[in-house]
């Protein structure tokens, strides 16, 4: 299911805050074992899903326009 995914549940934990608190960053720890490589790490994140759960909420912030 897409919602017990790492970045499914990133996006409804954030609806969550963003609807109490009006952030212009945030950026969200998986915990340093989460990369793709780490012999601890069960994830196994690449770089590209960690930034996927980061870009678009950045992105797409009010206060990050192209008009600025």
Do not use: W
Not at 37 to 44: A, E, H, K, S
């Amino acid at each position: 299911h897409a919602h017990r995914s790492i970045p499914g549940m990133l996006h409804i934990n954030l609806e969550t805050v963003l609807g109490v608190f009006e952030a212009l960053l945030i950026v969200y720890n998986t915990g340093t074992d989460s990369l793709q490589g780490d012999p601890l790490g069960r994830l196994q994140l690449t770089l590209e899903m960690a930034f996927l759960c980061i870009i678009p909420y950045y992105f797409t912030n009010k206060y990050f326009t192209e008009d600025e």
